[in-house]
């Protein structure tokens, strides 16, 4: 969908401003002045118009960018547009040029492992000092591609091969704690989720760059399917929950950017992957849990299991007392409710680090939204028989009672937690339909600026 420019036969694709359509119309001949506006053409987002050639066959392409060039600017062109190499003229500077070609890119996008596409996209031509735009385009979709993947071809252990995948590519070390050793480890939050699993439940470690370098830890909710457990959820409820494991999709899609871009920062990625399935040995309301941190946990409801298997992991990530922590997770219903499906929810316990991200999400066009730590709030997370109940009786603040609850297994270490969708439910520019990264290039950005001081 994106290619260097190599001077191939191409099609100019110019971009406009609305702004910027008076001026453009001024300085062409009285052939083509008046054909945008004969179009409907108003530089709109995503509209398009042929000029005639000078020889009277079908010429140029302008394309409207709105107001100033966005990601959505040109989100819908690589499939409105017909087949073929488009060349990108007109943009105002080279950020200009990177929105519209990762656009582009994005809204190219289709999932195609089980079927093939009804047609490519277009293709559209860059200059060669842009090029990098492909690694981003590259981690969003693989992020895109795990989400989508159905749950019979991404159970726990097939999420650990791209994980494992993952690491080959770019050189970084890989350990896995799988199955009974879980126990050994002290690993018991994770293994009391997946146990139920014909597919063993693991915790996926992988570790790259100088360890000299600033410590960021990424961790990812990866439970790859879930049925509710024996608080089983209704089918309604269930129909999208190959979705569960978008949180480790993020931080995979996430650890790729970095390593693509050789970040100087020592990168730790933690995965606890699980499938929370229905089984004689299932985990059960009711139930006591001790948590690798010593916490314990009394289970209220078996479906709230995402933060069970993050208490373990983030209580490793914290062990070594990074720099950052960072948490991704398909966790509560309840932040969809407050902020919709298209509107991560962000938590966090510092304020420079979550204004941080919420700059560079406005900056790159990767919106978030801060939601409170509401701190009386931690009363509803008491349990008469054991430190912690893991879902409280209350059905309200659900998403700030669950950041609560993970709080707890971070102690003070800078941490940031998105609660979000990993969907859209319908296709808008640069975000087709289907799993989609919510908030990872916000957090790229982020620490591209922090590596840079």
């Not at 608080?231 to 995979?252: E, I, Q, T, W």
């Not at 650890?255 to 992957?273: D, F, G, I, Y």
């Given at each position: 969908m ?12 110019e ?7 008076a001026t453009?119309?001024?300085?062409q ?6 054909w945008p506006?004969a179009s409907?053409?108003?530089a709109?987002?995503n ?14 392409v302008?394309?409207g ?27 105002a ?5 990177y ?6 890119g994005?809204?190219g996008?289709?999932?195609a492992?089980?079927?093939?596409a009804?047609?490519?996209p277009?293709?559209l031509l ?23 993947t159905?749950?019979?071809?991404m159970?726990?252990?097939d999420l650990e091969?791209a994980a ?10 890989i350990?896995v704690?799988t ?6 480890a002290?690993y ?8 139920a699993s014909?597919?063993a ?20 909710k ?10 089983l959820?209704?089918?309604?409820n269930m129909r999208l929950?190959k ?11 996430l650890?790729?950017?970095?390593m ?10 933690l995965v606890p992957?699980?499938?929370n ?6 985990y059960?309301p ?10 314990t ?7 709230a299991?995402?933060?069970l298997?993050?208490a ?7 062990e070594?007392?990074?720099a ?7 966790l ?8 919709g499906?298209?509107?991560p ?9 979550a204004?941080?991200i919420?700059?560079?999400a ?6 978030v ?10 009363r509803?997370l ?6 912690l109940?893991n879902s409280p009786?209350?059905?309200y ?5 669950a ?6 297994f ?6 940031v ?5 990993a ?11 289907g ?10 950005d ?5 590596s840079?001081?």
């Amino acid at each position: 969908m994106i290619v260097v420019d190599d001077g191939r036969a191409a099609t100019d694709l110019e971009a406009i401003s609305t702004a910027g359509l008076a001026t453009w119309r001024r300085s062409q001949p009285a052939s083509v002045r008046d054909w945008p506006t004969a179009s409907g053409f108003a530089a709109a987002p995503n509209q398009f118009v042929r000029l005639p050639g000078p020889d009277g066959l079908p010429g140029k392409v302008i394309a409207g960018i709105g107001e100033r060039a966005t990601v959505a600017s040109f989100g819908q062109l690589a499939m409105s547009l017909p087949a073929g190499d488009y060349r990108l003229i007109g943009a105002a500077d080279d950020d200009a040029a990177y929105a519209l070609a990762l656009g582009w890119g994005l809204g190219g996008y289709r999932f195609a492992n089980y079927r093939p596409a009804k047609r490519e996209p277009a293709r559209l031509l860059v200059p060669p000092r842009i090029e990098s735009v492909g690694d981003e385009l590259a981690a969003v979709g693989l992020c895109r591609d795990l989400i989508n993947t159905p749950a019979s071809d991404m159970l726990p252990h097939d999420l650990e091969s791209a994980a494992r995948k993952l690491a080959i590519d770019h050189g970084a070390d890989i350990e896995v704690t799988t199955g009974e050793a879980l126990l050994r480890a002290g690993y018991r939050t994770i293994y009391a989720v997946g146990q139920a699993s014909a597919s063993a439940p693991r915790l996926i470690d992988l570790r790259w760059g100088d360890p000299a370098h600033e410590r960021v830890t990424l961790v990812g909710k990866g439970v790859c399917f879930d049925s509710g457990g024996l608080n089983l959820k209704p089918a309604s409820n269930m129909r999208l929950m190959k979705k569960d494991m978008g949180g480790a999709a993020h931080v995979l899609g996430l650890a790729k950017l970095v390593m693509s871009r050789n970040m100087p920062v020592r990168l730790r990625v933690l995965v606890p992957a699980v499938e929370n399935a229905v089984s004689a040995n299932a985990y059960r309301p009711g139930d006591v849990i001790r948590t690798y941190q010593g916490r314990t946990v009394e289970i209220d409801n078996t479906d709230a299991e995402g933060r069970l298997v993050l208490a373990d992991a983030l209580a490793v990530a914290a062990e070594e007392k990074p720099a950052v922590i960072v948490d991704y997770a398909t966790l509560t219903g309840a932040a969809r409710s407050a902020l919709g499906t298209e509107l991560p929810a962000l938590f966090s316990n510092d304020d420079d680090l979550a204004a941080g991200i919420q700059a560079s999400a406005d900056r790159v066009d990767d919106a978030v939204w801060r939601m409170p730590l509401f701190a009386p709030y931690r009363r509803m997370l008491d349990s008469k028989v054991a430190d912690l109940v893991n879902s409280p009786a209350s059905p309200y603040a659900g998403a700030i009672t669950a950041a609560l609850f993970l709080e707890h297994f971070v102690g003070d270490t800078p941490w940031v937690h998105f609660d979000i969708m990993a969907w859209n439910l319908a296709t808008r520019p640069a975000r087709p339909e289907g799993g989609e990264a919510m908030g990872l290039r916000a957090v790229y950005d982020y620490l591209a600026k922090r590596s840079s001081v």
